[in-house]
């Protein structure tokens, strides 16, 4: 007979450990003592509401969550004494758009309006900060960072154009559907 094999059912996320202090030093303090596990998932199946994937440790989970409700790099799933369950999405080919600084002010806006027209027509999510005045938009292929910089080739004397590898994470509410390319 062979022994069977306990799922485990997650259908609320606890926290984030990147939000909240209280579950970064619960996280902290039992990976010092090997008691944390990662569940590694792509940007896509973090956004999935069904989804059955094993942590790093081999803890087969079962993660069903509502509609409104999606699964993000840094988000607790199980957080006791024994288990301390997080989330840790896969990096990605991302580029990010820095405006340079433009005067007067009537052109910073009509590039700002520029950039954001020629993103929207494409239907992408975005992550911005407000700030550090930089857009951040995942890449679907090596061919697309060429593609972008066609675009914006009205605008590149004020802008800079990079491509880096990180957890891209969208602005809640900016979070549209992508085409493929």
């Known amino acids: 007979m062979t022994p069977e094999k306990r799922i485990l059912q997650v259908s609320n996320i606890v926290g984030n450990i990147y939000r909240e202090k209280k ?34 440790r081999g803890t087969d989970l079962a993660i069903l969550t509502s509609q409104d409700t ?30 340079r600084a433009i005067k007067p002010l009537s052109k910073t806006i009509s590039v700002s309006a ?6 929207g ?6 992550s911005m900060d407000y700030k550090g005045r930089h857009i951040v938009l995942p890449l679907q292929s090596d061919l697309e960072f060429n593609l972008f910089e066609r675009l914006f080739s009205k605008v590149l004397d004020y802008v800079e154009l990079k491509v880096e590898h990180e957890v891209f994470l969208p602005n809640y509410g900016a979070n549209t559907h992508e085409h493929q390319v």
């Open 70 to 99: 999606k699964v993000s790099h840094g988000d607790v799933l199980i957080a006791t004494n024994k288990r301390f369950i997080i989330v840790q999405q896969d990096p990605e080919p991302v580029m990010t758009i820095r405006l």
């Open 114 to 119: 520029f950039i954001g027209h020629v993103i």
């Open 23 to 56: 579950l970064m030093r619960k996280y902290l303090s039992l990976r010092s003592v090997g008691r944390t596990e990662v569940l590694k998932l792509s940007r896509f199946e973090a956004e999935r509401i069904r989804l059955r994937r094993k942590t790093d």
């Open 121 to 126: 027509n494409m239907h992408r999510p975005i």
